[in-house]
C-alpha cells in the first residue's frame, strides 16, 4: 500500500526516485541523502509523483569506478542481441559522470567510453559538451581504465537475454558494486545512445 511504501522509504536514510517510462538521459531523478529523509519530505515526494515511479536504493559501486567520479554511479550500457538462439554483444560503454552531477549519462554532461573486450576502456571517450576527449577532468587517462569483473556482467546478460525472447535487442544498464559484483540497474528497449561511440 501507498503507506507501507512510505514507510518503507523512512527506515531509509538515502535512496533515490525516479519515474519507470520515459526517464531517458537522467530526467526527473532524484536523489535523497542523510539528513534530508523525513516524513513530510517523503509524503511530498509521494504526492509529487503520484504514479510510475520507483524508489531505489544507492549503490556503493566498485572503488575502481569511484574513482572516476565518486558523485554518480558510474555504470555499463552493454546492447546484447538475441538472434535464432544466441546472444551476442553488440557494444558496451562505462559511462561515467562529471563536475558536481549525480548522473552518468552522456546526455546530461558526463562521458562514454567503449569498453573493449577484456574491459579495459578504449583511447578516447565522447561528451555531448566537450566532444572528443583521452582524459576524464578527474585526470585519469580513459585507456588506464579497466572495468572490474567485466566478464560477470556479460554472463549475466547471456543467461538472462534468452528469457526475453520478444526483445532482440536490449539496453543492459549495470553497476559494478563494491565488492565486484555485477548490479543490475534497468533494461533499456531503445538503447541507440550507445551509437554516439561505437558506431551503428
Known sequence: SREEAIQCCLRK????????TFTSGGRNIQVY?????????????????????????????????????KESLNTLRVISFYFK??????????????????????????????????????ERAVSKAEGWATMHPCGLAFKDIVVPNYNDVLNVIKDEHPKLPHLN???WDFAIGKNGEPIFIELNVTPESNQNGSGP
Do not use: W
Open 85 to 122: 538462439g544466441e546472444v551476442h554483444i553488440l557494444s558496451a560503454q562505462l559511462r561515467m559522470g562529471s563536475g558536481k552531477a549525480r548522473i552518468d549519462n552522456y546526455s546530461s554532461g558526463g562521458y562514454a567510453c567503449n569498453v573493449k573486450p577484456d574491459g579495459h576502456l578504449s
Open 33 to 69: 541523502e542523510r539528513g534530508e529523509v523525513n516524513e513530510k519530505v517523503v509524503r511530498d515526494l509521494f504526492d509529487k509523483y503520484q504514479m510510475d515511479f520507483i524508489v531505489q536504493e544507492l549503490v556503493e559501486q566498485h572503488p575502481d569506478l569511484a574513482r572516476i567520479h
Open 13 to 20: 536514510e538515502r535512496f533515490i526516485v525516479k519515474f519507470t
Open 169 to 171: 535487442i536490449i539496453g
